[in-house]
């Protein structure tokens, strides 16, 4: 392995560590864990090229002192769920169905495809794949994207399957600038933006602050990932 490649994000084929590494961010601790074993980095540091056992670095978990990085501490699946990067959008597909129709996003670099799911077999027959889409956001800053989409029978896309408490995000980002209103309950995905699809709509780096999951903003308005507490 040469020099440059030993920096070289194996996700994002971009020259940065996991830490700095958007894609990685957004996967789950137990994604993140399988992620850096693949591709034989260090559970403790996320670094690339040396292993935990020779791992410089003397911190552990946050959370149980154990050696591997925060980011990797399992999630309290009693008390947790990992909140996924949505977008609730008008979508219409030129040339064969105009009317726009409301379906929910999910955003997530993590997948090399990018997929619509129709529903219905009826649906299915009339569109060719890669369907192209245009995705117009229903907040009001009105942004339209569009992007070619493979196209899928009911590919069994369901987000968390718990509501969560996110009163805390509420107050901080008015409703108007939020991509998805209902991001905090549970529903399907009609459509996803994998890898190739996804690095258009991003705008600026994810927000971390404590207390509060993930911000990222988005062409369609703010989205929320990460770890976050069950509503009660
Ligand atoms: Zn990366
Ligand atoms: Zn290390
Ligand atoms: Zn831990």
Not at 195 to 216: C, D, R, V
Request: overall charge positive.
């Amino acid at each position: 392995m040469s020099y440059n490649n030993a920096f070289k994000c194996p996700l994002c084929h971009t020259r940065h560590s996991f830490r700095h590494c958007r894609s990685f961010l957004q996967a789950t601790p137990s994604a993140k864990d399988a992620i850096v074993r693949k591709y034989q980095g260090c559970v403790n540091c996320l670094g690339l090229g040396h292993r935990v056992i020779t791992c410089p670095w003397n911190e552990g978990c946050r959370v149980c002192n154990l050696a591997h990085h925060t980011w990797l501490h399992p999630l309290d699946v009693n008390r947790e769920v990992w909140l996924r990067m949505t977008a609730e959008v008008m979508m219409h597909l030129p040339g064969l169905d105009e009317t726009p129709r409301k379906v929910r996003v999910l955003i997530d670099p993590l997948y090399d495809e990018s997929s619509l799911e129709l529903g219905s077999p009826s649906n299915f027959v009339m569109y060719p794949s890669p369907a192209t889409v245009v995705l117009t956001s229903t907040n009001n800053n009105v942004r339209t994207y569009t992007a070619k989409l493979n196209v899928e029978l009911e590919s069994e896309l369901l987000s968390p399957r718990h509501a969560v408490d996110l009163q805390c995000v509420k107050k901080v980002y008015p409703k108007k600038a939020i991509a998805d209103p209902h991001f905090e309950t549970p529903g399907k995905y009609n459509v996803v933006l994998g890898k190739s699809a996804s690095n258009g709509i991003f705008l600026g780096l994810p927000i971390i602050e404590p207390g509060m999951p993930y911000a990222q903003n988005t062409i369609f308005g703010w989205t929320f990932f990460g770890d976050v507490a069950r509503k009660k």
